[in-house]
């Protein structure tokens, strides 16, 4: 079982000195201008005993807002099997860095390659790394790749319907470089082919697109492929993994690149993050894909072994023969994920996201009769629709009223891009229960009326 930690002894600390040479704290640190370092620590208060400081964290705990929660925009409130968290904070697993040594890891390198092998069946791809930061840096990562492949050209095609903060981090990510972002415009909350087609041309390197897309419509991409390769462009597909039990993968599209993130496989929302992207390609794509990617082998011995394969990152060649300088995978998030899918199954994975989707639909449906809610779309939808209160005004003050009911109603798409003024994404999974769909119709007819 894994210890508190516990603060070191003067006579440890002397004992760690000794072995290294040095006399003290101050001379291990001599690297530090003096200007900069802190000789005393009178201002911090006494240490107080671990029970203290464990009532003082619960008393803080106890100050946030608990409720009905209807957030998504790319983090969601599934049911994560209990076995899940016990299993994934077992000390063996929870280490405090990512091990490269294949003689001594071959749990975590074996986890990893389990990860790459699920995401691959999941998206309909040849080859996954080990994973990436989260969804909007697999996006980046993704542009990159197809900047790569493709190094006449200087514009992207994004869809309207990305998220917002993916277009942030690939603007952050391209700001140093010639790359154009040229926006596909949306009908009815979706891209159609014949406004793609209108914008392809030579220069074109990539499309990117997102599908349930930021207002949680399921887009139809048929003859997109074949558009895209027809002028040597990269087709890449956003997607969260979990609508991918009842809806086409990235691969049945045709798509060059799949990304997306794994936070809905067992990873709780925890404020925002951490979570894991995955990034996963056809096998031509192999040598561009970034970061780390574990691989099956054997042994002197003739046993099964497990390797990292590809390390085309500037850690461990030349710098201008990088994929990437992404330095690093959520190792830790991907078993998790990994841990999720092997208890759940496919099947686990199709229930989900079939009963959100029957409850999304429950709540759609029940909210046409609450004034002053209007659908935004009518596009298909799964397990996330998106309504329309009006204004900013009107979209904050209605969530505001449901969080005094103990309901987090939604995300104010406005608050991520202000053409979105009075729209609000209303997720809905499995996890929630008929009795709690119905209290949110109640809550919403109070506030609004």
């Known amino acids: 079982m894994m210890n508190p930690y516990s603060v070191p002894t003067s006579e440890e600390k002397s004992v760690m000195l000794k072995a290294i040479g040095l006399s003290s704290i101050r001379e291990l640190f001599s690297d530090i201008p003096s200007h900069l370092y802190l000789e005393s ?88 790394n080990a ?99 027809a002028h040597k462009a990269m087709f890449i597909i956003s997607s969260d993994p979990m609508a991918l039990g009842v809806i086409p993968s990235q691969g049945d599209w045709g798509a060059d690149i799949a990304i997306g993130d794994i936070q809905p496989f067992g990873i709780p929302t925890c404020f925002g993050g951490p979570s894991a992207g995955y990034i996963a390609v056809h096998e031509k794509l192999l040598r561009k894909l970034p970061g780390r990617i574990v691989g099956e082998s054997t042994d002197s011995s003739g046993r099964r072994a497990f390797v990292l394969t590809l390390q085309a990152r500037e850690q461990h060649i030349k710098r201008e023969r990088a994929t990437s300088n992404i330095c690093s995978n959520q190792a830790q998030v991907a078993l998790t994920a990994s841990m999720y899918l092997s208890l759940t199954g496919w099947n686990g994975v199709r229930e989900a996201a079939v009963q959100s989707l029957t409850k999304a639909h429950f709540l759609y449906e029940a909210l046409q009769s609450v004034s002053s809610i209007e659908p935004a779309f009518s596009s298909p939808f799964i397990g996330e629709f998106t309504i329309d209160l009006g204004s900013a005004e009107q979209a904050g003050a209605f969530l505001s009223g449901m969080r005094e009911h103990g309901i987090f109603a939604g995300v104010h798409l406005g608050e991520l891009d202000a053409s979105m003024a009075g729209l609000i994404a209303v997720s809905v999974t499995e996890k929630r229960t008929k009795a709690e769909l119905e209290q949110y119709v109640h809550s919403a007819q109070e506030v609004l009326s």
């Open 41 to 128: 620590c009178t201002d911090i208060p006494q240490g107080v005993s671990e029970y203290e400081a464990l009532r003082h964290l619960e008393s803080l705990a106890e100050m946030n807002t608990l409720g009905v929660s209807y957030l998504g925009c790319g983090s969601y409130d599934h049911i994560i099997p209990s076995a899940v968290s016990h299993l994934s904070s077992l000390p063996s697993f929870l280490t405090a860095y990512t091990p490269y040594q294949p003689e001594v890891s071959q749990g975590t390198l074996q986890a990893i390659f389990e990860y790459q092998t699920m995401i691959c069946e999941i998206t309909g791809m040849d080859v996954s």
């Open 131 to 229: 994973s990436l930061y989260d969804g909007h840096t697999a996006a980046s990562e993704a542009v990159v790749m197809a900047r790569n492949a493709k190094r006449k050209g200087n514009i992207l095609l994004v869809s309207e319907t990305i998220h917002p903060n993916t277009l942030s981090v690939i603007k952050t990510h391209m700001s140093h470089s010639d790359l154009q972002i040229q926006t596909i415009a949306a009908n009815d909350g979706v891209v159609k082919l014949a406004d793609l087609e209108a914008m392809l041309s030579p220069e074109v390197i990539g499309v990117l697109v997102q599908s349930p897309n930021i207002y949680g419509c399921v887009e139809d991409y048929s003859g997109f492929a074949d558009r895209i390769h």
